[in-house]
């Protein structure tokens, strides 16, 4: 069984689409969280929610809009995507104490045209 | 969270030992070292993590130096499975969630 998964896994748009980003744990974690992996291979965080709360924003913009329905699930909405915004996105989970390692989802490839 | 500096790149042929190093001078009392890697095209993965003593798991081991300001991870048996980016990650306790700052990593090669 499959710990963190992510829908869909290639994901290839237009310009000023909005489009939307899929993750889903089975770990019974409280904390979930989305990163972003330039071209450059760089791996940032972008969010971080916990409970269904927002608890990390890493200056992300406006047009990036987590939405947590309930603790499995962490979706991403993009509104009027960029150039910019091609990445891999990766989805994580948690516990919440802090210190918990974090486990991964396999990434969607994002590739705006 | 401490910075923390390590070889862009290493190889290491199959079977030996590949020790991989992580300068973190910076490292604070209360933050622990964290070590994942990346397999191409795939989420990163927890190998192991430390705060002061040594650790050893199923996957590799983490030795810290006594004052904390370096450490190195061991794979004891490196396959070629093994070649991925390592991060190591310092991180502090920041509550109810925790971010993972990754820098750039060493590409470990594993070689036949």
């Known amino acids: 069984d499959t710990a963190v998964s992510q829908t869909p896994k290639y994901l290839v748009t237009q310009m000023g689409n909005d489009k939307s980003i899929k993750c889903e744990q089975n770990?019974?974690?409280?904390?979930m969280y989305w990163y972003k992996q330039d071209s450059k291979k760089f791996l940032k965080i972008m969010f971080s929610?916990?409970?269904?709360?927002?608890?990390i924003n890493e200056t992300v913009p406006n047009r990036f809009s987590p939405k947590s329905p309930d603790k499995a699930h962490l979706n991403l909405h993009i509104n009027s995507l960029e150039l910019g915004d091609s990445a891999v996105y990766f989805c994580?989970?948690?516990?919440?104490?802090?210190?918990?390692?974090?486990?991964f989802g396999p990434g969607t490839r994002l590739l705006v045209l | 969270d401490a910075k923390t500096t390590q070889p862009t790149s290493m190889d290491c042929a199959e079977g030996r030992a590949a020790n991989l190093p992580c300068n973190h001078s910076?490292?604070?009392?209360?933050?622990?070292v964290y070590w994942y890697r990346q397999i191409h095209s795939q989420g990163p993965q927890y190998i192991i993590h430390?705060?002061?003593n040594n650790e050893t798991n199923e996957m590799a081991s983490l030795i810290i130096t006594e004052d904390r300001k370096s450490s190195t991870l061991i794979l004891p048996h490196a396959t070629l499975r093994d070649t991925a980016v390592y991060y190591c990650?310092?991180?502090?306790?920041?509550?109810?969630?925790?971010?993972?700052?990754f820098g750039t990593g060493t590409r470990l090669q594993v070689t036949l």
């Open positions: 990650i310092v991180r502090g306790n920041t509550g109810t969630a925790s971010k993972l700052t």
């Open positions: 994580a989970s948690s516990h919440p104490v802090g210190m918990e390692t974090q486990y």
């Open positions: 929610y916990n409970n269904k709360e927002l608890i």
């Open positions: 430390g705060l002061k």
């Open positions: 910076t490292i604070s009392g209360n933050e622990y």
């Open positions: 770990l019974g974690h409280d904390t």
